[in-house]
């Protein structure tokens, strides 16, 4: 059975799973009653940083225009357009035996796409989680939902694997950003 995580709380990634070295982080939503007249399109994303919580190269942002990081570590597997449909609308998967020595944390976030032109934001998107699940028999470890707690932001750190003490370890963020893509990559050090 996963174990269910709250906002804030962490949790020992590889420790109690001996053995795990690729991982699928899993993430989904459902929006709410929309008549906005637009497709509602977000977009899943990995931050691989470094110590300080920085990307170290641009490259090591890995979402729809850039699918594979350079070390062949983190893969996107595709853009959802639409986000319809059960189970994961979106996936990342992480080899950590792959994952360099100088990456301490990789962050997974949500986007909404174009949120500002189609007057889009989380207000309007319920049943959101991430979710951990093992690549090898597929079993979920740990999941997160979000709950409904964000009203005008448009971009979301959900959690978070991190080295600690030679292990990996999760967290559960659920952290908020008013302005999009745009933010969120500010705030990992990425200039756009």
């Known amino acids: 059975m996963p174990i269910s995580l709250q906002k804030g709380q962490k949790v020992d990634l590889t420790k ?13 939503w459902d929006v709410k009653k929309y008549t906005g007249g637009y497709d ?11 110590a300080d919580g920085k990307i170290i190269k641009d490259i090591d942002f890995i979402f ?8 062949g570590s983190v893969q996107h597997m595709g853009d959802n357009l639409t986000g319809e449909g059960e189970g994961d609308d979106e996936q990342i998967i992480i080899d950590l035996s792959k994952v360099p020595s100088n990456i301490e944390k990789i ?6 796409h174009e949120a500002d032109t189609r007057n889009q934001n989380f207000g309007m998107v319920s049943n959101s989680f991430v979710r951990i699940v093992n690549a090898v028999d ?12 964000f009203s005008i932001e448009t971009a979301l750190v959900v959690g978070e ?3 600690h003490a030679g292990e990996w370890k999760f967290s559960a ?8 893509l745009k933010a969120l ?3 990992f050090g990425i200039n756009m």
């Open 161 to 163: 694997i991190y080295r």
């Open 64 to 71: 729809y225009n850039n699918l594979k990081s350079q070390c």
């Open 107 to 112: 962050a997974f976030t949500v986007t909404i």
């Open 173 to 180: 963020v659920g952290s908020g950003f008013k302005g999009g």
């Open 40 to 50: 509602f399109d977000l977009d899943a994303a990995a931050f691989m940083l470094n």
């Open 16 to 28: 109690s799973n001996p053995g795990l070295s690729k991982i699928i982080v899993g993430l989904g």
């Open 138 to 149: 597929n079993l979920e470890i740990i999941r997160y939902d979000l709950g409904e707690d």
């Open 185 to 187: 990559c500010q705030n």
